[in-house]
């Protein structure tokens, strides 16, 4: 799977899904000390509709709509897939939401080319998301140099792990955030204990740490905090959901 993603997002490459002419500007707010100064739990909630694992999440509709009901709930950041393929994305979407909100956003891609940083920076994101494993099987992409190109262009770097060695792999290098999948992008299997298992016994160095993946409720909220998680990007749930502003309110105050 992950190697089919990546293969997608070279095909949308080709197929100039991220030749952006117009630019937009990106938050006044920084996600880090939004996160440090939040009381409760912070949010990266996700509009996606579509993923590999579950197929159709959601018809395609106004996703201004339900960014809005994110915002009332209580959300910290938005993270919005651009990748049309298997996950109905596209950075139209990101820019229809970036012209509306201040929030901090996460242009969430596979991103395997700098042109997708570029387009990253022309859409108005604060952070852009590097996954490990996509660099680790290929070793011609050094990550480090995607993320200083990142750097330059002024967006946050993500780097996402799911293994522990993936973790500690990621903390080598010049990432502003750490996030830890607990889905495994080669099965589509998700366990939280993931993230408690990457955690353990592990001396930190002061970077926000984001788990992602498989939040439901407020105890998984609750759990994940014990494990050592300072944020959460939470996306099928919340897009699955009769009622996203009271979802996104009762994970919020989990904490």
Do not use: W
């Not at 991220?18 to 500007?25: F, P, S």
């Not at 395609?60 to 993270?79: C, E, F, K, N, Q």
């Not at 993946?213 to 014990?226: C, M, V, W």
């Amino acid at each position: 799977m992950l190697s089919k993603l990546a293969e997608n997002s070279h095909k949308a490459i080709n197929e100039g899904v991220y030749e952006i002419e117009n630019r937009l500007t990106k938050s006044d707010k920084n996600i880090i000390d939004e996160i440090r100064k939040n009381p409760h739990a912070s949010l990266i909630t996700e509009v996606k509709f579509s993923s590999p694992s579950l197929g159709e999440i959601r018809k395609v509709s106004d996703p201004m709509a339900i960014v809005r009901t994110m915002i009332d709930g209580g959300t910290t950041g938005l993270s919005v897939l651009t990748q049309p393929y298997l996950f109905n994305g596209s950075p139209n979407y990101f820019t229809d939401i970036r012209k509306q909100v201040k929030v901090p956003m996460l242009m969430k891609d596979i991103v395997v080319d700098k042109v997708q940083i570029d387009a990253a920076e022309k859409i108005g994101a604060d952070i852009v998301l590097l996954i490990q494993s996509i660099f680790d099987k290929n070793l011609a992409r050094e990550i480090e140099e995607f993320v200083d190109y990142a750097h330059r262009k002024n967006l946050l770097v993500l780097i996402e792990s799911h293994t522990r060695k993936e973790f500690l792999e990621s903390m080598k290098t010049d990432a502003d955030l750490l996030g830890i999948n607990n889905r495994n992008l080669d099965t589509l299997q998700i366990d939280l204990k993931t993230t408690q298992t990457t955690l353990d016994s592990l001396d930190r160095d002061g970077r926000i740490i984001i788990s992602e993946s498989g939040i439901e409720t407020p105890h998984d909220i609750k759990f994940l905090r014990k494990c050592g998680a300072d944020a959460f990007l939470v996306g099928s749930s919340i897009m699955m959901s009769k009622d996203i502003k009271g979802l996104v309110s009762s994970l919020v105050l989990a904490i």
